[in-house]
């Protein structure tokens, strides 16, 4: 079965102050996914909530479809049954464009970056593709951003070949929080750095979902990972579930 468990751990401490954390802000209403039509599914009947404030660990062996979960919960896809919602309304009917470049941040294991380009060049580019329009200077905004992933201000003109796996994987980061996005998706984003490494980036991750309450959705293979996330989500047993077992569930 499907299992979905909230880490005590790591619980969200609550200002009621502050805007509450736990609104739902991506679901998937029994979602199916084949990548041919009349194709072998590689899930199917899938119902989850993400919610803001918390970070997701989606887990389970290579093939199991976490990458294509991603896809449909980026808007890159659409479910061949099913809904994924976006704040309630199905994102297969919304500007899929105006979805990715203004309220998600995509993060790579392999960074992405333009590995000629500076670390300012790479932030900015991203910050013009979302067509967001920013009173601040962008190179200022750029500059805010390296702060945020814990990179000094220096780093702004160095050029990405010059950079260790680690601080490439921040500027990743500072990359997609350049326009603001309210959701963060990773594809196993610690996959390529050593442990430390890995704890500073899930540092980050944590930052982002707790003090800023943006829904932060990771895909590992890693353990320390999983256990340092809010909720983790076994994608793998969903293909095994027996009919009985069907439905809903988080
Ligand atoms: N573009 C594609 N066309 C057809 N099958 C694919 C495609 N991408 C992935 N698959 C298949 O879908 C399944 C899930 O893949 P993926 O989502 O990449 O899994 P994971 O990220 O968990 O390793 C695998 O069996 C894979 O071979
Ligand atoms: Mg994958």
Redesign the pocket.
């Known amino acids: 079965m499907t299992k979905s468990s909230e880490n005590t751990n790591t619980a969200v401490a609550q200002d009621p102050n502050e805007a509450p954390a736990g609104i739902p802000v991506l679901s998937l209403e029994n979602v199916a996914y084949a ?2 039509k009349g ?1 072998k599914k ?1 899930f199917h009947d899938l119902t989850y909530r993400f919610e803001s404030g918390k970070v997701y660990a989606i887990t ?12 449909l919960l980026s808007g890159l896809a659409n479910p061949t049954e099913g809904q994924v919602l976006k704040g309630g309304a199905d994102l297969a009917k919304l500007d899929r464009y105006r979805f990715r470049s203004h309220d998600i941040g995509v993060i790579f294991q392999s960074f992405n970056l333009l590995p000629s380009l500076t670390v300012a060049e790479n932030i900015i580019l991203s910050i013009d593709a979302s067509g967001k329009k920013f009173d601040e200077p962008k190179a200022e905004i750029a500059r805010r951003m390296l702060e945020r992933v814990r990179l000094r201000p220096e780093y702004a003109n160095e050029r990405i070949l010059h950079l260790s796996g680690g601080e490439q994987q921040r500027v990743a980061i500072a990359r997609a929080l350049s326009y603001e996005p309210s959701i963060i998706l990773a ?1 196993e984003p610690t996959g390529n750095l050593d442990l430390s490494t890995q704890d500073d980036i899930m540092d980050i991750f944590k930052s982002l979902a707790h003090d800023e309450n943006k829904c932060v959705i990771l ?1 590992t293979h890693s353990p320390e990972v999983a256990s340092q996330s809010d909720v983790v989500f076994q ?1 793998a047993a969903l293909r095994r579930r027996r009919p009985a077992q069907q439905g809903g569930q988080q």
């Not at 389970?60 to 896809?71: H, I, Q, V, Y």
């Open positions: 990548y041919t194709g590689i389970g062996p290579s093939g199991a479809g976490k990458t294509t979960l991603l896809s594809d895909v994608l």
